[in-house]
C-alpha cells in the first residue's frame, strides 16, 4: 500500500443524523441497537518524533486498546513540559486512531452516522480515505455521516481519527489528550428523529397537573416526500402516564419540526432530594410500521431565581449548596468512565453537596444523567475564553469560526436534562472590562434564548463590580461602583459573582431587581492530613498567588486548617457564612469539590495538581468536609481533628465541627480539658492544648444527653496494611471500577497519619489495576504504574472489571508491613 496522509482539508459534511440520549423505558427491542457502543478494538499511534512527519503509513506502529482513551496520563510528569504546570506537567503530542469495522448488508438502504461525545483537541475523521470534517473544540460532542463511504457485507470498512494536542499551552488546566469520551455507531430509516431532535418543556406546573410541549425535529433522507404518524408516549417506570399522536408529512430531503402537546395528571416532581424522572418514547410510523423510535428522559419542576428570596424549586426556597469540577477523573485523567463520575457524586452528596458548575466547558453527557438521576442542580457552562485567548494556543484562537455551531450543539445536547438550571455563557472573560464584552455576551444570550428559553443566562464575572469598601466598616458608596461591561450589558438573567465576597450584601444595590448567584467562590487550599499544629500560625497565604510557599510549609505542602487561602478567595467559612445570612443569596459553587491534575496554586514545581479540593485527587476527604456535613446535611456530625502524632509538650489546637448538639467536651487521655459551645455565626470550637500521647475524645451533647463520641488515638509505628473497596461486586463489563483504599495501621489497628510507605500491588484474576493515588499534589509517581508511596497513611487502587465473571484478588505489600488481601467479584 502506498504511503498515504491525512492532512487537514474543508469541512465536508454538515453534522447531520440523530442521537439517542438516555434510553430506558418502554423501548422496542427491535431498535435496541439504534446506538450502539464504538468503543471497542481500536489501534492507536502516538507521533513521538519527527520521522513521522504528521502522517501515518503501513510501517507505522500501532497498539491496540478500547475507548475513552486518555493518552496523557500514561506519561511522566515534566518540569520542563510544554504544557506547563498549568496543564499538569503531562505531554500532549500528536495521536492517530484507526478501527476496522464491517456493516451488515441489509443496513445498506439506512443511514449510519458516527457520533463522539469529544475528542481532545483539533480532531480531524476520515472514512475508507474520505475526509469527514474537523472540530477544534475538544469538549462538545459532533456526529459524521458515513452512508456515503461504506462497504457493506463482508468487506471491511476503516475509519481513522487524527488528534492534535501538540500546540501548548492550550488549557489552564489539565486536559488530556485523544478520544477521550465515549463513540457511538447509529444506524436509522432515511425516515427519523434527528439528532438531538426533541426538546421537550413543562411550561405550567402544578401539584395537580403539569403541561408537557414536545418539539419533535424528524429528518427525512428519502429522495421522496413521505407520509407518517408521530407518536409520543411518556412513561414513570414501567408505567405508561399520557400519549399524544400526530400525523405528518415531510419533504424529501429536509427536516421539521413537530409540535405536540399534553398534560400528565398529579405529576411526580423532580427534586434534588427526590429527583423523579419521566421517559418520552417517540415512534415515527410509516404505513404501520415503526420505523423509529427514540428515547428522551426529562424531569417535571417548577423553578425560578428571585432577586429577593433566591432559588425557588417547585415552590420551596433552596440554597444551591455547588460545587465546580473541572472534567478529570483524578488518577484516571480524562478518559470518562461513569461509575468514576459517580464515585465523585456520591461522595459530594454525602458532603451535602445540591450543585455541580460545569467549570468550564460542555460536560460529558454521562455527568448530566447522573445529576439527573441522583439529584443536583447544574450550572452548564460553554466557554472559559470567547475571542481573546488566555494562553496561547486554547480556543480563543477559533473563536470566530466555531463558537456559534459549538454553543448551539451544546443547548441541543443538553436541554432536555431536568438537572440543568442555568446556563452559564463564560468564565473570567478577557473582555468583561471592554465594550467588546458586552457585544459578545448579548450575542450569546440571544443563541442561548434561540434554543432555549426555560432557563435563566449567567457569567461567571471576577468580579460583576469593583467597589471600594472600607474592611471595617463595609460602607456602600455608589459613586465608587465600577460595573463589568457583561453585567452590564443586560444580556444576563442572573448576576454571577467569581468571589468577591465582599460586596454580596450590596448586591441588591448594584443590580436592583436582578437575581444572583456565586459562580465561584473560595479558593482555599489543603493538602489532606497536613497540619501546622497551631492553626493561627498562618493568617493568609501567600502574599501573592506567584510567591512561594510560606515558611513552615515544606515541600509544598498546605495546612489543612480552614486558614489557608488565595488571596483573591477566602476560607471556607468565610463564604459560606455570608451566602448562609441573606435569603437573597441564591447560592453559590465552591473551587473546587475535589482536586484536580494542573493549576497548583502557586504555580511551583514540584506541585502538578491543584489544593483546592475539598476532597483530594484520590477521592479522600479532607477536614473541612465535615464542616460543610454538618451545615449542609441531616446527619449528625462530631469530626475531631489533627491527627494526635506530636512531639510531647508541642501545643496542638484542636478543632471540631458539630452539629445537633450545645456543645462539645474534649478529653485527653480521660480528663477534661474543657467544654466549647459556638457563639454566634460560629462554625466550629478549638482547643489548644500540649500534647501528650495517648487518646483525645469528643464528646458533643444537646440538653446534656450525650449526642456522639468521637476518640482519636496517638498511633504507633506502622506494621500493617488494610484494604477496603468500596463496591466487593462489579459488573463484567470491562468498564466498571471496585476503589480500594489502602491503610497503614499499627498493631493495634490505628492509622498511621504521617506514613508514607512505597505500597506495591498486585491482581489475579479477569481484571486489571488501571491508577493509583495517593492525592499527593507533588506526587510524580505514575497513575498507571503498580506502586504509589502513601500520604498521610492512605492510599488509593482503581480495579477495572474484565468481560468474564471471576474472583479478583488484590495484594498490597510494602517493606517492613503486613501484607493485605482483598477479594472482589466480578459478575
Known amino acids: 500500500m502506498n504511503k498515504r496522509k491525512y492532512k487537514s482539508s474543508p469541512l465536508l459534511v454538515l453534522l447531520i443524523g440523530m442521537f439517542l440520549v438516555g434510553a430506558c423505558g418502554k423501548k422496542n427491542e427491535a431498535f435496541s441497537d439504534r446506538k450502539v457502543s464504538f468503543n471497542s478494538d481500536w489501534s492507536f499511534h502516538l507521533n513521538d518524533s519527527l520521522k513521522d512527519n504528521d502522517t501515518i503509513s503501513t510501517t507505522t506502529a500501532w497498539r491496540s486498546l478500547d475507548l475513552p482513551h486518555d493518552w496523557s496520563i500514561e506519561g511522566k510528569f515534566d518540569e520542563k513540559s510544554p504544557a506547563g504546570y498549568g496543564g499538569g506537567a503531562l505531554t500532549g503530542g500528536l495521536g492517530w486512531y484507526k478501527k476496522t469495522f464491517k456493516v451488515a448488508a441489509q443496513d445498506s438502504t439506512k443511514i449510519t452516522t458516527i457520533t463522539f461525545d469529544g475528542v481532545y483537541r483539533n480532531s480531524q475523521v476520515w472514512i475508507n480515505g474520505h475526509y469527514l470534517g474537523k472540530r477544534p473544540n475538544g ?16 468487506q471491511n470498512n476503516e475509519i481513522i481519527v487524527k488528534v492534535d494536542n501538540s500546540k501548548q499551552p492550550n488549557s489552564r488546566w489539565y486536559s488530556g489528550s485523544g478520544i477521550f469520551r465515549n463513540v457511538w455507531l447509529e444506524t436509522t430509516d432515511k425516515l427519523h428523529v434527528a439528532q438531538w431532535g426533541t426538546y421537550i418543556t413543562t411550561p405550567k406546573v402544578t401539584n395537580e397537573q403539569a403541561t408537557v410541549q414536545l418539539e419533535t425535529t424528524v429528518q427525512n433522507q428519502n429522495g421522496t416526500a413521505q407520509k407518517a404518524t408521530l407518536t409520543t408516549t411518556i412513561y414513570k417506570e414501567d408505567t405508561k402516564v399520557t400519549s399524544v399522536t400526530q400525523d405528518i408529512t415531510i419533504v424529501a430531503n429536509t427536516r421539521q419540526t413537530i409540535q405536540q402537546k399534553t398534560v400528565i395528571d398529579t405529576p411526580i416532581l423532580w427534586s434534588v432530594a427526590t429527583p423523579e424522572l419521566y421517559t418520552a418514547i417517540t415512534e415515527v410510523v410509516v404505513a404501520d410500521k415503526i420505523v423509529d423510535q427514540y428515547t428522551t428522559q426529562f424531569g417535571v419542576r417548577s423553578f425560578k431565581f428571585d432577586a429577593n428570596k433566591g432559588f425557588i424549586l417547585n415552590g420551596k426556597q433552596v440554597k444551591i449548596k455547588g460545587v465546580c469540577m473541572h472534567h478529570d477523573l483524578g488518577p484516571l485523567g480524562a478518559a470518562i468512565n461513569t461509575r468514576a463520575i459517580e464515585r465523585q457524586l456520591e461522595i459530594l452528596k454525602n458532603m451535602g453537596v445540591n450543585g455541580i458548575r460545569t467549570s468550564h466547558n460542555p460536560p460529558a453527557p454521562e455527568l448530566l444523567d447522573l445529576c439527573d438521576k441522583m439529584g443536583f442542580i447544574v450550572m452548564d457552562e460553554a466557554f472559559d475564553m470567547w475571542k481573546k485567548t488566555k494562553t496561547p494556543f486554547d480556543y480563543g484562537n477559533d473563536w470566530d469560526q466555531w463558537h456559534k455551531q459549538d454553543l448551539i450543539d451544546q443547548l441541543l445536547r443538553d436541554r432536555n436534562h431536568a438537572s440543568i438550571f442555568m446556563w452559564s455563557i463564560g468564565n473570567e472573560i478577557p473582555q468583561q472590562w471592554d465594550e467588546s464584552g458586552a457585544k459578545i455576551a448579548k450575542e450569546l444570550a440571544a443563541i442561548t434564548r434561540q434554543y432555549d428559553k426555560t432557563r435563566p443566562i449567567t457569567a461567571a464575572m471576577n468580579p460583576p463590580v469593583n467597589m471600594n ?26 448576576i454571577g459573582y467569581n468571589y468577591a465576597h465582599q460586596t454580596y450584601a450590596f448586591h441588591q444595590k448594584n443590580f436592583p431587581g436582578i437575581p444572583f448567584i456565586a459562580t465561584e467562590t473560595t479558593s482555599a487550599l489543603a493538602t489532606r492530613g497536613y497540619y501546622d499544629a497551631v492553626s493561627d500560625s498562618l493568617k493568609k497565604w501567600p502574599v501573592r498567588w506567584d510567591l512561594k510557599f510560606t515558611e513552615g510549609n515544606p515541600g509544598n505542602t498546605v495546612s489543612s486548617y480552614d486558614q489557608v487561602q488565595a488571596p483573591w478567595g477566602s476560607t471556607h467559612e468565610a463564604t459560606w457564612k455570608i451566602i448562609k445570612k441573606y435569603d437573597f443569596l441564591s447560592g453559590m459553587y465552591i473551587w473546587t469539590g475535589f482536586d484536580y491534575i494542573g493549576e497548583p496554586t502557586p504555580y511551583e514545581w514540584p506541585s502538578i495538581s491543584s489544593y483546592f479540593g475539598i476532597v483530594d485527587l484520590a477521592g479522600f476527604p479532607k477536614d473541612v468536609y465535615y464542616m460543610y456535613q454538618s451545615e449542609w446535611t441531616d446527619q449528625t456530625v462530631l469530626h475531631l481533628f489533627p491527627h494526635w502524632n506530636w512531639k510531647v509538650g508541642q501545643n496542638v489546637d484542636v478543632w471540631a465541627y458539630y452539629n445537633k448538639a450545645d456543645e462539645v467536651e474534649l478529653f485527653l487521655n480521660g480528663k477534661s480539658v474543657g467544654t466549647r459551645s459556638k457563639k454566634g455565626d460560629d462554625l466550629r470550637v478549638m482547643w489548644r492544648i500540649p500534647f501528650q500521647p495517648g487518646t483525645l475524645k469528643a464528646v458533643s451533647r444537646k440538653n446534656g444527653k450525650v449526642v456522639l463520641e468521637k476518640e482519636i488515638k496517638t498511633a504507633g509505628n506502622p506494621y500493617q496494611l488494610q484494604l477496603e473497596a468500596d463496591r466487593s461486586t462489579i459488573k463484567a463489563d470491562k468498564n466498571d471500577l471496585s476503589f480500594v483504599t489502602v491503610s497503614i495501621l499499627d498493631t493495634k489497628g490505628t492509622l498511621a497519619p504521617n506514613a508514607k510507605n512505597e505500597i506495591h500491588f498486585s491482581l489475579k484474576g479477569n481484571g486489571k489495576i488501571v491508577s493509583v493515588c495517593s492525592g499527593d499534589p507533588v506526587s510524580h509517581e505514575s497513575y498507571k504504574g503498580t506502586k504509589h508511596t502513601a500520604l498521610a497513611g492512605k492510599c488509593l487502587v482503581i ?5 468474564t465473571s471471576d474472583k479478583l484478588e488484590l495484594t498490597a505489600k510494602a517493606n517492613g508491613l503486613k501484607q493485605a488481601t482483598i477479594v472482589i467479584s466480578t459478575e
Not at 480495579?799 to 468481560?803: A, D, E, K, L
Open 139 to 154: 469538549y462538545i460532542g459532533f456526529q459524521y455521516e458515513l452512508t456515503p463511504y461504506l462497504n457493506y457485507g463482508d
Open 799 to 803: 480495579i477495572q472489571s474484565g468481560t
Open 469 to 494: 469598601i472600607d474592611e471595617v466598616t463595609l460602607q456602600f458608596d455608589k459613586a465608587k461602583v465600577q460595573y463589568n461591561t457583561i453585567a452590564a450589558s443586560g444580556a444576563l438573567d442572573i
